[in-house]
């Protein structure tokens, strides 16, 4: 197997002193961690592709969405998303996995712990802060669901986590 890149070893460091424990995946330049978050767990994988020196990670929501209810999630993530500048949440409607990406470039081979330790709390924070309306979208009933008005919905406060002092969630 092929020594790993600068950047992996760049991402494996920014976790490490951040006590974040992750497990690379054999053969692949691949970190795997799951954290608890205020609303949930959420299992992250980020990937190195040293060849273009990028780093994607990727948060997953624990809830599964089913068939019936995907268009109506599809357009509460695209809501969401306009209101992002960074990172963005997607759907696999074939596996009715919701989740979150966020990829950089970096400038060098090395790439930067900082922005690297900032992207993984950020797809975190993104999941957890989408569980609640998640979790209470897929718990509708009709008539609920006919009531909604979406937009207003996902502007409720009362379902964020709380923000600590210096602004972090996790």
Do not use: C
Not at 85 to 113: H, K
Not at 115 to 142: Q, S
């Amino acid at each position: 197997m092929a020594m790993p890149s600068p950047l992996f070893e760049t991402l494996q460091r920014a976790l490490t002193r951040r006590g974040w424990h992750s497990e690379p995946v054999p053969g692949r330049e691949v970190l795997e961690a799951v954290f608890e978050a205020h609303h949930t767990r959420v299992r992250v994988h980020a990937q190195v592709f040293a060849d273009i020196r990028a780093v994607s990670v990727v948060a997953y929501a624990t809830a599964e969405v089913p068939a019936a209810r995907a268009g109506l999630i599809a357009e509460s993530l695209m809501r969401l998303n306009q209101q992002l500048t960074l990172g963005n949440f997607e759907m696999d409607y074939d596996a009715g996995r919701v989740f979150f990406r966020i990829t950089n470039l970096f400038s060098t081979d090395q790439g930067d712990p900082e922005v690297m330790a900032a992207m993984m709390h950020a797809a975190v924070a993104e999941i957890d802060r989408l569980t609640p309306f998640l979790t209470l979208l897929l718990r509708m009933d009709a008539a609920e669901l006919a009531r909604l008005n979406l937009r207003l919905f996902l502007q409720r406060e009362d379902l964020l986590p709380p923000v600590a002092a210096d602004g972090k969630t996790l």
